[in-house]
């Protein structure tokens, strides 16, 4: 099976809208309801690691930013910032 890259899924597919293409990324399994990272775009794989977290007041206090990467291509899939997803 081909794997399609991460700029192949707004080219192929038919989406009109930005709800849209969360509705398509949802019901290929990349993503959750709630926008979480669920599946690398790039590779496929179900395995994501939380990296590159900031802190609002140093290490101690609340993560306010971080990354959700791939472990088996290590590309970046996602950024959580202040309460929600940019994928």
Not at 44 to 51: L, N, P, S, T, V
Not at 57 to 68: I, K, L, N, R, T
Request: charged fraction near 30%; charge should be positive; glycine fraction near 6%.
């Amino acid at each position: 099976m081909r794997k399609i890259k991460r700029y192949e899924i707004t080219r192929y597919s038919s989406v009109n809208s930005f709800d849209e293409y969360i509705k398509y990324l949802e019901q290929k399994g990349y993503i959750d309801s709630e926008r979480h990272p669920v599946k690398c775009f790039y590779c496929g794989c179900k395995k994501i690691k939380i990296d590159n977290e900031e802190h609002l007041d140093g290490f101690m206090s609340p993560v306010c930013e971080y990354d959700a990467i791939c472990k088996s291509c290590n590309k970046k899939i996602g950024h959580w910032a202040y309460g929600s997803w940019g994928i």
